[in-house]
């Protein structure tokens, strides 16, 4: 639209329309439609965008509805931009996110701070991270921030089931007691997955480097035991550095909970994997897994 100016993009869609028009092929009648949608969009013309994404499909889908009413809100009708959202069912699930993300810019032009915040919150207990807090605190206001760290703080370690992005939160915003107690309620469980090293890692340094060695000892354990249990043969050299790390962090820990302490640990690693031939020299007790 840069190259082209408003006038420009105008007579361009005019073009189009008419080459649409007279094609029959209906692949490239849609490639003439799209770039229609494209022009009408930075334009700013809802309508015409609206005309020509309905005229290829009999019911609008769900992506059709939020890209109609995106455009109606760009272009500065936000009225119609939320007709165009309420026609997808309350219920529906698929593109939760962006109705969401959608709706609160809808609220905001509307000057409905009412919506905006019921939103966020929304947005902020599906997803605990530092960006939901921080768009939930711009509309609620900077003055409630150290209440809603401690009211949802206390909200996690009471839920059943608790999420990693919500152990993330909680050390995002040095609630590291809470954190403690969540990872070890995994552990205790078995629920803390080894696989899922990307996410567990710097969950484990961040509790290391707070002095939580036990929590950051039971991640440890998921890593070294998800790779043995899955004869992970590459990432055996993973595995070793796992156990040395184990050997250094048992000597800063006295009170192991009922989550086994570290020699009997030891002997349970030569009973389940003691006959696993790794790499990287992993050990238990002069024994090669």
Not at 267 to 276: A, E, P, S, T, Y
């Amino acid at each position: 639209l840069e190259m082209l100016g408003k006038d420009e993009a105008k007579n361009a869609i005019d073009l189009f329309d008419i080459l649409a028009e007279a094609e029959a092929d209906e692949e490239r009648k849609r490639h003439f439609q799209r770039a229609i949608e494209s022009l009408a969009f930075q334009t700013g013309d809802a309508e015409l965008f609206e005309k020509v994404r309905l005229e290829s499909k009999q019911e609008p889908g769900i992506s059709s509805c939020l890209d109609i009413a995106r455009v109606y809100l760009e272009s500065g009708d936000p009225n119609k931009a939320l007709e165009w959202v309420n026609r997808i069912p309350p219920d529906e699930t698929f593109m939760d996110r962006e109705r969401r993300d959608l709706l609160q810019k809808i609220y905001e032009k509307l000057g409905d701070s009412g919506k905006q915040a019921e939103i966020a919150w929304l947005n902020f207990r599906t997803l605990r991270s530092l960006n939901t807090l921080e768009n939930l605190i711009k509309i609620i206001g900077e003055e409630k921030r150290e209440q809603v760290i401690e009211d949802e703080a206390a909200r996690i370690i009471d839920e059943s089931r608790v999420d990693y992005s919500d152990i993330q939160f909680l050390i995002d915003v040095r609630r590291f007691d809470e954190a403690e107690i969540c990872i070890l309620a995994k552990a205790g469980t078995r629920n803390l997955d080894g696989q899922f090293y990307y996410t567990l890692l710097p969950l484990a340094r961040a509790m290391e480097s707070k002095g939580r060695m036990l929590a950051a000892s039971v991640i440890y354990r998921a890593l070294l035991e998800s790779i043995l249990d899955r004869k992970y043969y590459k990432a055996y050299a993973h595995a070793a550095k796992y156990l040395r790390k184990l050997d250094t962090l048992a000597l800063e820990i006295e009170d192991w909970k009922d989550l086994g302490e570290h020699g009997m640990y030891h002997l349970w690693l030569n009973q389940v994997h003691g006959k696993k031939a790794v790499s990287g020299d992993i050990t238990v007790e002069n024994k090669c897994f």
